[in-house]
T-cell receptor, first 114, second 114 residues
Framework: DAGVIQSPRHEVTEMGQEVTLRCKPI?????LFWYRQTMMRGLELLIY????????DSGMPEDRFSAKMPNASFSTLKIQPSEPRDSAVYFC????????????FGDGTRLSIL | KQEVTQIPAALSVPEGENLVLNCSFT??????LQWFRQDPGKGLTSLLL?????REQTSGRLNASLDKSSGRSTLYIAASQPGDSATYLC?????????????FGTGTQLKVEL
């Protein structure tokens, strides 16, 4: 079975540019999560969706960050404009919408803003 | 606010040794606790999930215990192997309106040496 698929795997861009990260959850999963991982802050939840609807975006750091889930098989996380402090590894995860179900993670996008 | 701490931050052991990783959390009102493994440059792989009503879960050489009242969990790895080298993270699922939110610990970086 295909796991959670993220693209790109690596992204290097200059500050001020728009960055779009993409995620395809596991088929049949109806919860989707975006996380950010840094050495300083560890793994932080940015936003999550249930049945394509954003439920909690309290982890989104600033208005420069936005996330969408237009359908059950695709989500994007956009940063505009990007800043060097946004450099991190961004993970997408999905699960069934049940509290007793584990989350399954993609391999992440390593983002470097110069 | 829920805080999750893991001790030690790093651990190096010889092959074959049994070892224990610790996880503590400040708010005992959790729904469940999940242990993950993260290999360098990769996402998180779910190892074990313990519901709040359970005391332990086992999978192969791994055994996870949960003492919700004291806010603690341990991951026991028997007969460690070099392939067990990775970062291990625990995460608690907290009871919120959304119901499906994980708070991650800081991780323990394990190295098993030949």
């Amino acid at each position: 079975d295909a796991g959670v698929i993220q693209s790109p795997r690596h992204e290097v861009t200059e500050m001020g540019q728009e960055v779009t990260l993409r995620c395809k959850p596991i088929s049949g999963h109806n919860s989707l999560f975006w996380y950010r991982q840094t050495m300083m802050r560890g793994l932080e939840l940015l936003i999550y969706f249930n049945n394509n609807v954003p439920i909690d975006d309290s982890g989104m750091p600033e208005d420069r960050f936005s996330a969408k889930m237009p359908n059950a098989s695709f989500s994007t996380l956009k940063i505009q404009p990007s800043e060097p402090r946004d450099s991190a590894v961004y993970f997408c995860a999905s699960s069934l919408y049940r509290e007793d179900q584990p989350q399954h993670f993609g391999d992440g996008t390593r983002l470097s803003i110069l | 606010k829920q805080e999750v701490t893991q001790i030690p931050a790093a651990l190096s052991v010889p092959e074959g040794e049994n070892l224990v990783l610790n996880c503590s959390f400040t708010d005992s009102a959790i729904y469940n606790l999940q242990w993950f493994r993260q290999d360098p440059g990769k996402g998180l792989t779910s190892l074990l999930l313990i519901q709040s009503s359970q005391r332990e879960q086992t999978s192969g050489r791994l055994n996870a215990s949960l003492d919700k009242s004291s806010g603690r969990s341990t991951l026991y790895i028997a007969a460690s192997q070099p392939g067990d080298s990775a970062t291990y993270l625990c995460a608690v699922r907290i009871l919120t309106g959304g119901g499906n939110k994980l708070t991650f610990g800081t991780g323990t970086q394990l190295k098993v040496e030949l």
